[in-house]
């Protein structure tokens, strides 16, 4: 089993930053891909990175240029750095990990099977 643990959320006003955290452990070395998701109330479950475990990166285009995800395997975490954050930023966001089942694609929310709790990231005008 693989277990996830976000941390880093927080409050921020517009234009601020905040650093996100996801440790994992457990059979970690099944994961062959990682990812960061986000929901604010009332809306769907979104994509914004990606990683493979060889480092290479996805972003949706509403955050390229402004976050940045990237790990450090041998502590076994995961990390998304955010920068020039605006108040559509506001959401729960979610570290995801996929170590079996179909793949979907980068930002579906199906392709992963390991879901940590979720940290809250609120931005203000």
């Known amino acids: 089993q693989v277990q996830l643990v976000e941390s880093g959320g927080g409050s921020v006003q517009a234009g601020g930053s905040l650093r996100l955290s996801c440790a994992r452990s457990g059979y970690t070395q099944s994961i062959y891909y990682m990812a960061w998701f986000r929901q604010a109330p009332g809306k769907e479950r979104e994509g914004v990175a990606g990683?493979?475990?060889?480092?290479?990166?996805s972003y949706v285009d509403s955050v390229k240029g402004r976050f940045t995800i990237s790990q450090d395997n041998a502590k076994n975490t995961l990390y998304m750095q955010m920068n020039s954050l605006k108040p559509e930023d506001t959401a729960m966001y979610y570290c995801?990990?996929?170590?079996?089942?179909?793949?979907?694609?980068?930002?579906?929310?199906?392709?992963?099977?390991?879901w940590g709790q979720g940290t809250q990231v609120t931005v203000s005008s």
């Open positions: 990683i493979t475990r060889e480092g290479r990166t």
């Open positions: 995801a990990g996929a170590s079996s089942g179909s793949w979907f694609g980068v930002h579906q929310p199906a392709s992963y099977n390991r």
